[in-house]
């Protein structure tokens, strides 16, 4: 499970089509009502495929639910991220609450430009660490 970048996120776009085109599959976060979301099935990153969602968030037109027991690792986004994989994200607790659900063996990849990478993120009961942290240098 990867995502569909805003503007202010790193583009993980060419990962995705190459998870595409090896014939992956690969989910994407679609937000259902002010509290969850659920993956959908990406099929294609052709813009005529895509609708823009809550929050400006991308997603496929037709996307097919994903069932969680089916993600083997996640890409997430977020505003900071410390060297403990804690998170910040944009305070609607969406990633929070479905990562709880996830099995704790699944992998979970906290996404972010190095300037994003911080010294400590404040965190709360329900925030959910990462498992890792994959940085773009923008500087490079």
Do not use: W
Not at 4 to 31: K, M, W
Not at 49 to 70: A, F, L, R, S
Not at 118 to 123: A, R
Request: aromatic content about 6%; proline content about 8%; overall charge negative.
């Amino acid at each position: 499970m990867g995502y569909l970048p805003l503007a202010d996120e790193p583009d993980i776009r060419p990962f995705l089509q190459s998870l595409l085109d090896q014939g992956q599959t690969v989910g994407v976060p679609r937000i259902l009502d002010a509290q969850h979301m659920d993956t959908v099935q990406l099929k294609s990153l052709a813009q005529d495929q895509m609708t823009q969602g809550p929050h400006g968030v991308y997603g496929p037109k037709d996307g097919i639910v994903i069932p969680v027991d089916n993600i083997g690792m996640i890409i997430v986004p977020g505003m900071a991220f410390d060297q403990q994989g804690n998170r910040l994200g944009r305070g609607g607790g969406y990633y929070d609450r479905f990562l709880s659900h996830l099995p704790s063996d699944i992998p979970t990849i906290g996404c972010c430009f190095s300037c994003q990478f911080i010294g400590h993120v404040e965190t709360g009961p329900k925030d959910v660490s990462m498992s890792k942290i994959l940085m773009e240098d923008v500087g490079h």
